[in-house]
């Protein structure tokens, strides 16, 4: 049996699965914010525990995905800002030692960019990155069919690339970061500078204290001319960005996730239609995906995949199941079941 986490900032999503592919149990738990590190190993080696209780056989694997500087490699998680302030833990071999099971820990976006490759449309490329739009800015490299982790795990953080010296300040303390320019928060900053919520009918009908990026984007997507300016200036900056990674990197497909980039019409078809166009000197033949939620759930399963050879795993299986799971849990109008 192989028992999935994704560790987020107020909860947690687990799921279980036999080595065949087959998913028996997958839920999602709210948890009060991880203050320590021995609050987040409580919790899991909890759920492991319960998940051991009842699962129909033994649990060998345990992989474990979250947000933060996570050097999958060495199973560590190192210093984050906004996850137990600049501690160094050595996470992998503390869970291996208490749930004495094999444990992987990875960064969640270079998960997803594992699980690209090993359930989604990165099947087919051996050279791709995967962005994720969200309020902040992350992204995963897969490079020469290999997944590209850098000296420290560190690889793939394209939200603190520096865009613009005499930007905005980002949360990482520099300014004009790709984050600060592009992500969620980006979205209100501009609204300001256009003077946008005086002249939205739409944003106006909410506090201005409570308008975010989500209802920048609502009011957009419902066709308010002037959230649609906000939101094609924080496109714009989107296509800047990931035109430097495709520079940078000359990848033959870019996937993107995050909730910013479900808006298909106003951001995600822009992007394909601009990004590739903003190179210097030539147009480039790229490819663009939108990063299913199958995939993202899927990610720490990708992590297992990708170290472990396992016989008999039936990718397509998995990758059905979850899909039913996932709209099941939908059309019920629950998250979870
Ligand atoms: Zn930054």
Do not use: W
């Not at 279980?16 to 592919?21: A, I, V």
């Amino acid at each position: 049996m192989i028992l999935g986490f994704d560790v987020g900032g107020s909860k947690i999503s687990m799921f279980l699965s036999d080595r065949n592919g087959n998913i028996l149990k997958r839920s999602r738990v709210r948890t009060p914010d991880f203050k320590r590190p021995e609050d987040l190993i409580e919790q899991i080696v909890k759920m492991s525990n319960d998940a051991e209780h009842s699962a129909p056989s033994e649990i060998e694997t345990v992989s474990v995905v979250f947000a933060g500087a996570v050097d999958g490699k060495k199973g560590i998680i190192r210093s984050s800002p906004n996850l137990f302030g600049g501690m160094e833990i050595p996470l992998s071999d503390i869970l291996e030692d208490i749930l004495k099971k094999t444990v992987y820990i990875e960064n969640d976006a270079t998960a997803t960019a594992i699980s690209e490759k090993i359930f989604g449309n990165g099947k087919a490329f051996s050279n791709f990155i995967y962005l994720t739009l969200s309020t902040g800015i992350g992204g995963g490299i897969f490079m020469n069919n290999r997944v590209y982790r850098g000296a420290t795990g560190m690889a793939g953080e394209f939200g603190h690339m520096v865009v613009d010296p005499d930007g905005p300040l980002c949360g990482c303390g520099r300014k004009g970061c790709f984050e600060a320019v592009a992500g969620g928060k980006a979205a209100v900053r501009i609204m300001d500078s256009l003077k946008a919520y005086e002249r939205s009918e739409c944003l106006q009908k909410i506090p201005r204290e409570q308008v975010e990026a989500k209802e920048i984007f609502e009011c957009a997507e419902n066709g308010d001319m002037v959230s649609m300016e906000v939101v094609a200036s924080l496109t714009k900056n989107m296509e800047e960005g990931i035109a430097s990674l495709i520079n940078l990197f000359d990848p033959e497909a870019v996937m993107i996730g995050g909730g910013l980039s479900n808006s298909r019409k106003l951001v995600f078809d822009e992007i394909v239609k601009n990004a590739p166009k903003m190179m210097a000197t030539m147009e480039r033949e790229v490819k663009f995906f939108r990063t299913s939620q199958v995939t993202v759930e899927l990610s720490p399963m990708a992590v297992v995949l990708y170290e472990e050879e396992i016989p008999g795993f039936n990718i397509e299986r998995i990758i059905k199941e979850m899909k039913e799971r996932i709209s099941l849990a939908r059309e019920r109008k629950e998250a979870y079941k």
